[in-house]
């Protein structure tokens, strides 16, 4: 009896070294097992959590100094996956090398238009009318007081001229772009925009 109660507590202190010796390593292989707080879990599989709930299903509280979550993937591959566009409160980037995103210039903020020799639009965006009121003369109307913004005139690649840009004296919607080859007034199909 005596001899069977020391077999039985010799097998169990040896279970209790070896659990410790495994639970006492940096990581505990719960692949199949629990989860162990407080010890660092590996897996070979991936580790899946689904909750009915209205709240979060996972959430992680640091209540020292710390992180209250970190990822560490190899290199070259994104630390987080997720399948919804919908922005995130607190998590939407700001900076671009360390510029905010008001010192960018919005594409809503370029007024534009590629015009034909003849005053014709070709396409445009906030610009409403274009009056080719002279030779290499055109009043480019915009959809708003433009008389702050920066411009810019590009005439076709294969014409050897150049645009000058004004403000139309009458109008702030309106900018005068003139057009010369050689010092003489010429038609050509030109770009206009305005940095607003």
Not at 65 to 88: C, D, E, I, R, Y
């Amino acid at each position: 009896m005596l001899k069977a109660f020391q077999s039985h507590v010799r097998h169990n202190v040896v279970g209790y070294i070896a659990l410790f010796i495994a639970l006492g390593g940096t990581t505990y292989a719960a692949t199949g097992g629990n989860f162990i707080l407080g010890q660092g879990n590996s897996a070979s599989s991936t580790t899946g959590l689904s909750a009915g709930t209205t709240g979060p299903a996972f959430r992680a509280t640091n209540t020292s100094t710390g992180a209250a979550a970190s990822f560490n993937v190899a290199a070259g591959h994104p630390p987080l996956v997720v399948n919804s566009g919908t922005k995130v409160a607190k998590l939407n980037a700001d900076l671009l090398d360390g510029a905010d995103s008001s010192t960018f210039l919005s594409r809503s903020k370029v007024k534009w238009a590629r015009v034909e020799f003849d005053g014709t639009v070709d396409a445009q965006s906030g610009v409403t009318a274009v009056n080719h009121y002279a030779q290499g003369g055109y009043r480019i109307t915009f959809d708003q007081d433009v008389s702050s913004c920066a411009y810019s005139a590009t005439t076709a690649k294969d014409v050897p001229a150049i645009g000058a840009l004004s403000d139309a004296p009458d109008n702030p919607t309106d900018v005068l772009v003139g057009i010369s080859s050689g010092g003489t007034p010429v038609d050509t199909d030109f770009s206009v925009e305005a940095f607003c």
